[in-house]
């Protein structure tokens, strides 16, 4: 009896060899459809927008590349695989929110800056721990980046300087989370006066130069610096030349 259904088990598998099994050809399918259009859904988002104030976020960053900006000099498009990075970080950050609400320790996130001329922005959150009040600043960083931080990087502290001094508050906190992994890192940082004043100082100084159409210098380590290697503006940089140049004149060579 045993035997008997061994066989029968062997013929039918010998029968299911023999029918025809669909081979997968690769040649016949599209190599790309989603990515594409996924691709195309944040190309088209982005739209080139004349920006006419300085952000927070704008200091410690290149000032020619602001200039271009207030200049609304067309851009090289972001890759859309940075701008999913991006809201990835958004997301990270509204997910701390919610934790911080729920521990029910004083919060108030998004909170924009006291109106005034020069810049304008919306710190992550102010919290009050024991009766202290503090600027809170979220970044999410990637693993390799996360692992080698042992402080504060320093564009993020010349913005978290300015949140303290237009809030007038005298502590802050730079948290930050590795998306990949998920850990966490916080620093503190006191609010200091004169570095604040400098960084106001550079606002200034480059909102003279957009009034009267001066190019800014290059940064240092152009075009090694991390910046360059993300700007929208590589190309119109390299044509500009290396130090200040007259904004009319440079539209009128290049016709
Ligand atoms: S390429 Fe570098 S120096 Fe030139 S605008 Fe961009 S960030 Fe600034």
């Keep these: 009896m045993l035997l008997d259904c ?5 013929c039918w598998n010998v ?32 739209r080139d927008k004349e920006q006419t104030r ?5 200091a410690g960053k290149c000032p020619r590349q602001i200039f271009f900006k207030f200049k609304n000099v067309p851009r090289k498009k972001m890759d859309p695989r940075i701008l999913r990075i991006y809201e990835k970080g958004e997301y990270l950050h509204r997910n701390i929110f919610n934790i911080l609400y729920r521990l029910k320790i004083g919060v108030t996130t998004e909170v924009p800056i ?8 919306r710190a992550d ?4 721990i024991n009766n202290e009040n503090y600027v809170l600043d979220i970044k999410s960083i990637n693993s390799m980046v996360f ?5 504060p990087k320093e564009e993020n502290v ?4 300015l949140y303290l001094h237009y809030f007038n508050i005298k502590k802050g906190i730079l948290l930050y989370i590795d998306k990949d992994q998920q850990n966490i890192k916080e620093f503190f940082v006191n609010y200091d006066e004169k ?3 400098t960084l106001i100082n550079d606002f200034n100084e480059l909102k003279k130069r957009v009034e009267t159409n001066i190019v800014p210098n290059r940064i240092p380590e152009y075009p090694q610096n991390w910046q360059c290697q993300y700007c929208q503006f590589q190309e119109v940089c390299g044509m500009t030349g290396e130090g200040e140049v007259s904004w009319e004149k440079f539209k009128e060579k290049m016709g």
């Excluded at 006291?114 to 922005?121: F, M, Y």
């Excluded at 010349?158 to 300087?161: E, G, I, P, S, T």
């Design 6 to 10: 061994w066989i029968a088990s062997l």
């Design 15 to 46: 029968e299911m060899s023999k029918r025809y099994i669909p081979t997968f050809q690769p040649s016949n399918l599209p190599t790309t459809l989603l990515k594409e259009l996924i691709d195309k859904f944040y190309l088209d988002q982005q």
């Design 54 to 58: 300085f952000y927070i976020t704008d």
């Design 114 to 121: 006291p109106a005034q001329e020069i810049v304008g922005g």
């Design 125 to 128: 959150a102010i919290l009050c």
């Design 147 to 151: 692992r080698n931080l042992t402080e």
């Design 158 to 161: 010349y913005q978290l300087q």
């Design 195 to 197: 570095l604040a004043g």
